[in-house]
């Protein structure tokens, strides 16, 4: 075989053509499939086996002479020989000129058939980029970016849709323009949310969490129509499981909003705001408890937990003298003859919820709850009582030693007043696998009278993190810091103590070379802090730091043959070189002064964060689209208070 084509002379084999940049034949990678301009004009309605194939309205370039099977199982014959060289020549600067083109153009848009693991990955870090304390942007953009990127395909579509509705937070108030444009006082975007929920009810499936304005306490008939707005939202969303920020007062009248979220059989937490009631009130002056609450009143607050199957987190709190009867909490009557409380019959809404976990009872009388109801309370993971006159060290003592008490991981006592401080310590044996443990009370537990003290006299193997606040000095911190000195907190990592009066809780953790925040600097001379603030608590400990530096620890003397040639003087420091605890004295709630998570935290609608009060949407004021694309309404940046932060 010739080595080289003459011109005009065609190719000996099928599928080889002319290298001129090698000066030989080199193989040509066919295609596939047949293209249109390989098939004859001829056979434009020609059929195989039946079937009819489309050709193309322009006569081919060239044709073949070789018989190849088609993907039908019949043989069919298509010429591919060139008429001459300068035919095949500009065939292949065409596919040259076109391969050119195709370089110079621009790439090709992104894959749309990503797996869903990589959507995800992407929208969890633009919700981390968004979110952070440091980051200028607020919900309203994230919002904002969510629904461009919903935009850009339908691989996005699909991913973001679900991201967009299972979690709503609409914060601040309504622009001016929105409440113009519709000619409503207020709610505009509630109920344009609430049409879009309605229309499109497989929206309203992916719900999981809703955040609706906080609302004001000097506008009523306004705070009634969200509430109502709130409500018909709330029954739009069958798969709701928490409504945050948003939390009406209940009063033992009917509301929409609470009946609303009585249906709602997927809700996993709830705070319970009881509210004083006119007519419990009155009767309250004539009679004494128990029996201040009707039996309507009783029924309907009991029947708004039936469906509540999978809550795990139940608060409630009383801030304006509201009433519960004791009955209402347990049935403590039943309770003490069934094995199992939880399949109990009677009033006690706590035994009726199959799923709790998390119980807070706060700021209720001893009429209401007492060390009997303390007794009879269900198996928990964590419990928070806080302002409760009815509880004493005798019930809570009582308490560790009953089997439901044996599954607590975590116990927060509040202002309960604890005397003695045996209390805490038989808390502490009995509860075998409590982890944390919080203590905030005003007066310091001492040791009884006669009682004989052998350390450790507070003792825990597992708890791992301690919360001691006491700010009336006393033997408490003593007695705590001897207890960590002998090894009785062998488990033991984190340690708060906002109210550490001489530091001797600080010298027992690891130490530390920085204690105070920057925001804390122009603070520390300043004598009208309240003695249970973390900047006080701060600035105390970062100046028991700095008087450390001014004196040597210890000191290394390099010598020779009796001479010192050189000396080092290491400065002191505060603290327990290879201790395992570390000494915390940051808050539950970011930029909050209190060490411990509250109601005003939590009702109160922290929405603004280390002076950043409030988002334009200024942190994307590059954009080429200028002002009008990038600007949004004054809104607040909102960061959530979990309710698991209670506890």
């Known amino acids: 075989m010739k080595d080289r084509l003459e011109p005009g002379e065609a190719p000996s084999k099928l599928g080889q053509i002319w290298d001129p940049t090698i000066g030989a ?60 060289w300068d035919s095949l ?59 461009s990127l919903s935009l850009t395909s339908r691989g996005w579509d699909k991913a973001v849709v679900k991201r967009l509705y299972d979690r709503i937070h609409i914060v601040g108030h309504d622009s001016k323009e929105n409440v113009k444009k519709y000619k409503m006082k207020a709610g505009v975007r509630l109920k344009l949310l609430r049409r879009t929920l309605r229309e499109r009810t497989f929206l309203a499936q992916y719900v999981r969490e809703l955040k609706a304005p906080r609302v004001q306490p000097d506008c009523h008939s306004i705070g009634k129509d969200m509430i109502n707005i709130v409500a018909s939202i709330v029954m ?74 999978a809550l795990t987190t139940l608060i409630l709190h009383s801030p304006n003298q509201g009433i519960l009867e004791k009955d209402i909490f347990v049935n403590a009557k039943t309770a003490s003859q069934s094995q199992d409380p939880r399949k109990l019959r009677g009033p006690g809404i706590l035994h009726r919820l199959p799923s709790l976990k998390h119980l807070c009872i706060s ?20 419990l928070r009582l806080q302002d409760l006159e009815g509880v004493t060290f005798w019930g809570l003592s009582e308490y560790s030693r009953t089997r439901n008490a044996f599954s607590l991981r975590s116990l927060a006592l ?31 537990p001492e040791v009884a009278e006669g009682e004989i003290v052998i350390h450790p006299i507070i003792a825990s193997n597992q708890l791992e993190y301690l919360h001691w606040e006491i700010p009336v000095p006393g033997t408490a911190n003593p007695n705590l810091a001897a207890s960590i000195r002998a090894k009785g907190f062998p488990r033991l990592r984190t340690l708060r103590a906002p109210c550490d009066h001489d530091g001797i809780l600080q010298a027992l953790c690891k130490p530390r070379a920085q204690c105070e925040l920057p925001s804390d ?34 000191r290394v003397i390099v010598e020779e043959d009796g001479t010192a040639h050189e000396i080092f003087d290491f400065q002191g420091f505060i603290g327990t070189i290879g201790s395992k605890v570390s000494y915390s004295l940051e808050p539950d709630v970011l930029g909050s002064d209190k060490a411990l998570v509250d109601f005003e935290d939590l009702v109160g609608g922290r929405e603004d964060v280390g002076g950043k009060n409030f988002c334009r949407g200024g942190w994307n004021a590059n954009h080429s689209g200028g002002n009008k694309w990038w600007q949004h309404a004054q809104r607040p940046r909102y960061r959530p208070v979990e309710l698991a932060k209670f506890f």
């Open 236 to 309: 739009a969303c069958p798969n709701l499981e928490r409504l945050v920020g948003f939390y009406a007062i209940y009063g033992h009248e009917f509301d929409r909003l609470t009946h609303a979220l009585s249906t709602r059989r997927k809700l996993k937490e709830y705070l319970w705001l009881i509210g004083e009631n006119a007519a419990i009130t009155q009767r309250s002056h004539r009679q004494l408890a128990p029996g201040l609450m009707d039996p309507e009143q009783k029924a309907s607050f009991v029947n708004y937990h039936t469906a509540w199957s």
């Open 521 to 554: 600097w122009s603070s520390r001379f300043l004598n009208d802090l309240p003695p249970n603030s973390l900047r006080a608590a701060r600035g105390a400990a970062q100046e028991r730091i700095e008087q450390a530096w001014t004196k040597v620890q210890f």
């Open 25 to 84: 034949f080199r193989a040509q990678r066919l295609p596939l499939a047949l293209s249109k301009s390989s098939v004859p004009a001829n056979t434009m309605n020609s059929t195989t086996n039946g079937q009819q194939f489309p050709g193309p309205s322009t006569s081919p370039s060239y044709v073949s002479t070789a018989s190849s099977p088609t993907s039908f199982g019949t043989n069919r014959t298509v010429s591919s020989t060139p008429t001459s």
């Open 363 to 382: 700021s209720f009388d001893m009429d209401d709850f007492d060390d009997f109801i303390l007794q009879h309370l269900p198996a928990l993971e964590s």
């Open 414 to 444: 509040v202002n309960v007043d604890i005397t003695y401080i045996s209390a805490i310590s038989n808390l502490l044996l009995h509860l075998k696998n409590l982890k944390r443990f919080t203590l905030v009370q005003d007066t310091s």
């Open 89 to 147: 020549g500009s065939q292949n600067s065409t596919y040259s000129g076109q391969m050119r083109a195709r370089s110079k153009a621009p790439s090709r848009a992104m894959p749309q058939n990503w797996p869903p693991e990589i959507y995800e990955c992407i929208l969890q870090q633009l919700k981390a980029f968004h979110e952070d304390p440091r980051s200028q942007s607020c919900q309203t953009c994230y919002m904002r970016d969510l629904c």
